[in-house]
């Protein structure tokens, strides 16, 4: 019947593509409105939700900002793992010379330095407080040893490995210690952390998707009459979607910023107690928070979560209400 | 412009409310609907409506065939017939102006537009002054009205109207039934579902008339 619009009074005006765009943001513009409006409109409510929304997505944050804090207390330590390779005792001089010539030629090594008998004696002495007992040895028990410091490309788990390997197969090598082992350790142990940590907030995720879908299916059921007369009028099923779809939006937003601003507060409080840690063993370190890309990567979440799952809870019981 | 062709609808309890039912009403056409009490009027009407589906037969709204209609495309019939119910369907959350504007809001029409509708089509039923109230603080036949100013504010070409009259009293009945036929006097096809013999003959339209789902007669009162 829009082919021949009917004649006489009843003539159906035209509406123009502008007219439309106009009216489809006019119509974002006041579901966006009065879906916060609504919220506003019980605030207990909505403040739970977003609560929960909040503390769900808090939680695995803040287990990232922990790893990601224990990560840079370890490269302030010392990243650059370092190899003690000790010699055989009876190894001569000019040796030990053209071993060290010979060091600094492989691919991967940094830096070379010896340290003979004498001066790991010396060194020991001054540190370990038996200065007197070692001072009684007629003969110096210590190995001669090199400390090589591998290149930045060199640190790689394989590569450094590959290094030591080749270091030790030389016949001059009695063994060699890893010194920093622990940092590399630690730096497994973190990586095992952070897919933990983020297996835990996908569920947490699911949870949030259920208690969204869940307030938003409560919504849709006491706004029953008022979907079924829009359809009845000639209401698109985008059109009936998009105020549900806001209401998760704007649980999402909500959610995020009560998130961030729980974040802010847990580190604002043990700041000063870990400055003062710090302090104690004579570090600068700080506590990291969430920073401003870290708050935005946050709500991007919460309100990814809102939209998802009102999306889906909506998908499902629109099409369950229609006019009879 | 509504034409039914050997139309039959069986409810999925089995329950046949109307059973190869024809007839065709032409554009511009005032049609009273009659029969007793589950004849199947509001069946027939929802068919229309495409609220329902005919389990045989087709129906055919301004020349297009409603079984070929894909479910995305309904809305947009919907927006061509106007639907008057007995009971309202009003909104009670919002006030009347805004009652009359949703299906303006949904067809995308501008904002000056939808007011200047809006204020056209409650003058036309004579609530001008309420717009603004609650739907909650007026009276059966005013909530009426308002269902009729939703009903016609967008012009569609086709208007339904179950049992507009139901329980309301003689005079007022008689007033809305006056509202239907200046919309029909403006080339609007009208489709009446009633029971009210006296208010039909005084309209002296022609009449359907069903009886257990079946079309019994079609015509002038007799
Ligand atoms: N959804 C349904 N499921 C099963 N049966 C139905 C359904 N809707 C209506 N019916 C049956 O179909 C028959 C026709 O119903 P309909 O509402 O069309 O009658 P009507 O002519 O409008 O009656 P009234 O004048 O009382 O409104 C009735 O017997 C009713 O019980
Ligand atoms: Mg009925």
């Known amino acids: 019947m829009s082919r021949d619009p009917v004649a006489r009074g009843a003539r159906q005006s035209r509406t123009g593509i502008s007219d439309l765009w106009q009216a489809w943001w006019q119509h974002h513009r006041t579901s966006a409105s009065d879906s916060l409006g609504r919220l506003a409109d019980t605030p207990l409510q909505t403040l739970m939700t977003a609560l929960v929304v909040a503390i769900a997505l808090a939680l695995p944050a803040t287990l990232l900002l922990a790893l990601e804090n224990l990560r840079q207390l370890g490269d302030r330590w010392d990243s650059k793992p370092q190899m003690t390779v000790f010699l055989h005792k009876q190894v001569q001089a000019a040796a030990i010379e053209g071993f060290q010539a010979q060091l600094r030629q492989m691919v991967g090594v940094s830096s070379v330095e010896y340290i003979s008998p004498e001066r790991a004696l010396r060194e020991f002495q001054a540190q370990s407080g038996f200065s007197e007992a070692i001072a009684a040895l007629d003969v110096n028990p210590l190995p001669p040893a090199v400390v090589v410091t591998p290149t930045a490309e060199a640190i790689a788990p394989e590569r450094f490995e590959q290094l030591r390997q080749q270091i030790a197969a030389s016949p001059l090598v009695d063994d060699i210690s890893v010194d920093m082992e622990w940092v590399r350790r630690l730096n497994a142990i973190m990586t095992f952390g952070r897919q933990l940590v983020l297996g835990f907030a996908a569920l947490l995720g699911i949870g949030v998707l259920f208690v969204i879908g869940n307030t938003i299916r409560l919504e849709i059921e006491s706004r029953r009459e008022e979907i079924v007369v829009i359809k009845l009028v000639g209401g698109t099923n985008g059109f009936v979607r998009r105020p549900f779809l806001y209401t998760g939006f704007w649980y999402g937003v909500i959610g995020g910023l009560l998130a961030c601003l729980l974040v802010s507060v847990g580190v604002a409080s043990l700041a000063e107690a870990v400055r003062q840690l710090a302090a104690s063993y004579q570090s600068t370190f700080e506590l990291q928070g969430l920073g401003l890309t870290g708050c935005a990567l946050l709500i991007i979440c919460c309100v990814t979560l809102g939209l998802l799952g009102a999306w889906l809870t909506v998908g499902r019981h629109l099409s369950a209400i229609e006019p009879r | ?222």
Do not use: C
């Open chain 2, 1 to 222: 412009m509504i034409e039914f062709h050997n139309v039959s609808k069986r409810y999925p309890n089995g329950y046949e409310a109307l059973a190869g039912v024809t007839f065709d009403v032409g554009e511009g056409e005032m049609v009273f609907l009659t029969g007793h009490s589950g004849a199947g009027k509001s069946t027939l009407m929802k068919l229309i409506m495409l609220i329902e589906r005919p389990s045989q037969g087709q129906v055919v709204v301004g020349g297009h065939n409603l079984n070929r209609l894909r479910s995305s495309q309904i809305p947009f019939h919907r927006r061509q017939v106007g639907v008057v119910f007995q009971n309202h369907q009003l909104l009670f959350d919002r006030s009347v102006f805004d009652n009359v504007a949703l299906p303006l809001q949904i067809a995308g029409y501008p904002h000056r537009e939808i007011g200047r509708r809006v204020r056209a089509a409650l003058d036309k039923v004579g609530l001008l002054d309420h717009e603004r109230a609650n739907p909650i603080t007026l009276s059966g036949g005013e909530q009426q009205r308002v269902g009729i100013a939703r009903a016609v504010v967008n012009k569609p070409p086709v208007l339904l109207a179950d049992e507009p009259t139901g329980n309301l009293d003689p005079d007022l009945a008689a007033d809305i039934m006056r509202l239907f036929s200046e919309f029909n006097q403006v080339g609007v096809t009208v489709l009446i579902a009633s029971h009210d013999w006296s208010l039909i003959r005084s309209v002296g339209a022609r009449v359907l008339t069903l009886e257990h789902g079946q079309l019994i007669h079609d015509g002038a009162l007799v």
